[in-house]
Nanobody
Framework: QVQLVESGGGLVQPGGSLRLSCVVS????????IAWIRQVPGKEREGVSC????????YYADSVKGRFTMSRDNGRNTAYLQMNNLQPEDTAVYYC??????????????????WGKGTLVNVSS
């Protein structure tokens, strides 16, 4: 019923940029926060960013502050993650998720009930 499709991942050199997209179908995003979450194989998932529904306020993990920017376009049912100055430690599978709440209080993984299948970001020389 609800589908989230991430795209935009790939191989990039350190210092490069990527723009991830998350297109949502079967669900309107107007009243829900959206988050980007990443996972390195064998490691726990890490909240990267979250954007609130009403005022567009954002939260970012300390590790990505100043480099990543999250945005949303409710009319297109799409969320974005602009990633600049990528570093090898950013290598992970990146997932978008719909939160059960409308306002973000952090970039964490709590309260997410719809998930995409992820897109791989590989930062390497």
């Amino acid at each position: 019923q609800v589908q989230l499709v991430e795209s935009g991942g790939g191989l990039v050199q350190p210092g490069g940029s990527l723009r991830l997209s998350c297109v949502v179908s079967g669900f309107t995003l107007n009243d829900n926060a959206i988050a980007w979450i990443r996972q390195v194989p064998g490691k726990e998932r890490e909240g990267v960013s979250c954007i609130s529904s009403h005022d567009g306020s954002t939260y970012y993990a300390d590790s990505v502050k100043g480099r990543f920017t999250m945005s949303r376009d409710n009319g297109r049912n799409t969320a974005y993650l602009q990633m600049n100055n990528l570093q090898p430690e950013d290598t992970a599978v990146y997932y978008c998720a719909i939160a059960s709440y409308w306002y973000c209080t952090g970039p964490g993984t709590e309260g997410m009930y719809y998930w995409g299948k992820g897109t791989l970001v590989n930062v390497s020389s």
